[in-house]
């Protein structure tokens, strides 16, 4: 199965702290995208990263991919209140289509304690 | 504004009884996606259609039916054959652009549908 792993499942820290979520996969990927969903909504897409890339930056998220280790992690910096959330890794297969299916991991549940 | 809307936001079923989720977007996405959501689980897909007038089968696509009439507008059909429909249910839009591949889907807020 392409479904990978997220970790931790969740994750609490204060406000001012970083927050590491790390996603791992199994099988080769074209891209890797993470995405927020705060409670009873939809995702909201935060940052893709591509298979030739090793770290991607947004504002306070930071992304790094390692396919040697077919791994992915989320840095989320000085976080705040309005950063809890559930974040999760989803993954475009190797050759799949420009418009193609997204795998998502399980996800993790992140609460920032003001 | 540009988006996906979903309706309605809560829906019930009775046992037997078929049931249709609709979803909308006016952001003129050739590609758009059903994904169903379990308690603490991630996403996993149902259908997704790629053209009007086409689609294709997702991971979990029995007791699911799906058309694409129109580029706005994909419905999802929850029928009887679904015997465990209760899930968060999340469409999904992305375009088609060959250009800049592995475009992010943008999702509506969901229809939360339970059984009676």
């Known amino acids: 199965s392409q479904q990978g792993e997220e970790d931790p499942q969740a994750l609490s820290i204060q406000e001012g702290e970083n927050a590491t979520m790390n996603c791992s996969y199994k099988?080769?990927?074209?891209?890797l995208q993470w995405y927020r969903q705060n409670s009873g909504r939809g995702l909201v897409h935060l940052i893709l990263i591509r298979s030739n890339e090793r770290e991607k930056h947004s504002g306070r998220l930071r992304v790094t991919l390692d396919t040697s280790k077919k791994s992915s992690s989320l840095l989320i910096t000085a976080s705040r209140a309005a950063d809890t959330a559930s974040y999760f890794c989803?993954?475009?297969?190797?050759?799949?289509?420009?418009?193609?299916?997204?795998?998502f991991g399980q996800g993790t549940i992140l609460t920032v304690h003001p | 504004d540009g988006g996906i809307t979903q309706s309605p936001k809560y829906l019930f079923r009775k046992e037997g009884q078929n049931v249709t989720l609709s979803c909308e977007q006016n952001?003129?996405?050739?590609?758009m996606y059903w994904y169903r959501q379990d308690p603490g689980q991630g996403l996993r897909l149902i259908y997704y259609?790629?053209?009007?007038?086409?689609?294709q089968k997702g991971d979990i696509a029995e007791g699911y039916s799906v058309s694409r009439e129109k580029k706005e507008s994909f419905p999802l059909t929850v029928t009887s054959a679904q015997k465990n429909p209760t899930a968060f249910y999340l469409c999904?839009?992305?375009?088609?652009?060959?250009?800049?591949?592995?475009?992010?889907?943008?999702f509506g807020d969901g229809t939360r549908l339970s059984i009676l």
């Open positions: 259609s790629q053209i009007v007038n086409d689609f």
């Open positions: 999904a839009s992305s375009s088609r652009d060959r250009g800049r591949p592995f475009q992010p889907q943008h």
């Open positions: 099988t080769s990927i074209n891209n």
């Open positions: 989803a993954k475009t297969h190797a050759g799949g289509t420009s418009y193609g299916k997204l795998t």
């Open positions: 952001l003129n996405h050739d590609a």
